[in-house]
């Protein structure tokens, strides 16, 4: 059991922070996932405040070790998923994933990466070696508003979306990775790994 009440407060004091949750039609994928896959564990990189932990933890039984690089809201995640309820089945580690990650073993049934665009590459290489084979690789946000598939980005976006780029070529193209990327939210990618 949950808490929906604290899970609603958690989901619009978000939005009203601007704090970029996972977007509606992505959580009605992610669930359709979870019900298929019946996770035993994930690897979130890029908590924010907890709302998508909590997703996971809500609407599968597996257990969450998720990573957040911004202290105030790690803590704020710690915070939310207890009063959300479901702090006994969520581990949030505070720091730099692309430190953290290398430290990790295990074999996790989802990663999903939702941080820094720019470290897309680095979250799929560590991503591929610590998901069982036959798991999956959720990557939020691979579509970035549109930017990716345009011709012209701004000066701003450019770094961003070259990554994000690489970051698509690779799932598609290897051939160990089975990759589907849905127009839903800001863009889903959705890989099964062979190892
Ligand atoms: N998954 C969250 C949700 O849907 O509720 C949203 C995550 S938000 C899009 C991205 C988060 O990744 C931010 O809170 C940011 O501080 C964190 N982040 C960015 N780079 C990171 C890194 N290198 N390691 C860990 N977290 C990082």
Redesign the pocket.
Known sequence: MYNEKEFQIMKKN?LENH????MDDTLEKIKEILKEEKPKNIL??????????S?FAIFSDAQIDT????EE?AKEAIQNVDKVGVSNRISIMI????D?LPTLKGEYDIV?I???KS?YSIFLEEGKRLVKNNGLILA??VLYKGYVMSDYNKHKQRTAVRHLREYIKEVTENPYLKTEILDIGVGLAITRVTK
Not at 44 to 53: D, K, P
Not at 67 to 70: A, C, H, N, Q
């Open positions: 978000a704090i970029p949750i996972i979130e990189i890029g908590t924010a405040v907890g709302y998508s932990a997703c990573i957040e690089l911004d809201r720091g730099n994933a692309v953290i999903f939702d941080a820094a470290k939020d946000n």
